[in-house]
Structure formats: structure tokens, C-alpha cells
């Protein structure tokens, strides 16, 4: 297979059915099995078309990543600074697309809004990614409100220094 761009843009309400259905393979693959069971299948109930679809609408910015026309990844904020979603199609992790998924993500936080502190609830399997990302644990793994095990962490960028008259 030929090394193809990855290309990132903005969802639009009629890419809900794509992402619903990436996301939940890899939850299925990847978050369940370390999460209460009742808590994994009430996750996945929220994560429908339906669902996606009204936040898409909502304004709460997905960023999807295709390599050629194949969806590889999305990216999930909002109010420009908590990251709620964040998957990359297992048959494509290892590839840096995570990366560069994240890196678009907080570009376009830090140029819309200003962001410079971001934060995520990680369940067990993102915690090494947003690591290396640059995020720290702010707490022990701890029960979300919606019962799933997860590890509350944040990431603060440097401030940038003015322009000198």
C-alpha cells in the first residue's frame, strides 16, 4: 500500500452514520473489555447516529481524518478545550494519524479560542497515547459519572510571549 495523505476536515451532520460506526468497532475492540459491562453497553447506546448527529448540529467540532476515501479517525471536542472522543480505526493505529488527528484538534482550539489548557477523562487504553501526547494524570482512575472507569488528565501549553513594540 502506497503511503497516502491523511486529509482532516470538519464534520458535517450527514458523516454521523461513518463516525457512530468507527467509534463503536473500536470501543467494541478496545474500551469494553476494561470497563463494567452495564456502563460499556450504556456507552454504546449513546454513541448513535442520532446522538452524533445532534452534536455535530450542536456546533460540538468532530475532526475526521481519511486516508484516500476511507474514514481512519475522529476527533471529538468541545467547547474547545475537553476532548469527549477520540478513536483511529485499529486496523490504522501505528501510523501516526493519532497524532496528527490531535495536532489539528488543538491548533484549531488554540486559534479559535485561545485554549491553552485542555483536559480528557481516558479509559485504560488511551491513557499511553494522551501520555505521550503531553497530557498528565490529574487524578487516579476513577468512576465517571456515567459509570465508566476512566483517568481524569489535562494538558496546559506554554504561554506564548507577545510581540514587543
Known sequence: MSEQLLRIRLARPE???AVATLIR???RRWVLPDQPRKAGQAF?????????????????????????????????MRD?????HFFV????????????LWQ??????????????FTLN??????PIYLRFGFRAT???????????????KMILPATRGKRA
Open 139 to 153: 487524578g487516579p482512575e476513577q468512576i465517571s459519572h456515567n459509570g465508566l472507569r476512566v483517568t481524569p488528565m
Open 44 to 76: 454504546l447506546l449513546r454513541i448513535t447516529t442520532r446522538f452524533l448527529r445532534e452534536k455535530i448540529v450542536e456546533g460540538q467540532r468532530f475532526y475526521l481524518g481519511y486516508l484516500g476515501d476511507v474514514l481512519v479517525g475522529v476527533s471529538g
Open 25 to 27: 468497532r473500536v470501543v
Open 104 to 117: 489539528r484538534t488543538m491548533r484549531d482550539a488554540v486559534r479559535r479560542a485561545g485554549t491553552r489548557r
Open 80 to 84: 474547545d478545550c475537553h476532548l469527549v
Open 15 to 17: 458523516d454521523a452514520p
Open 122 to 127: 481516558a479509559t485504560r487504553c488511551g491513557v
Open 89 to 100: 480505526s485499529t486496523r490504522y493505529q501505528g501510523r501516526g494519524i493519532s497524532r496528527r
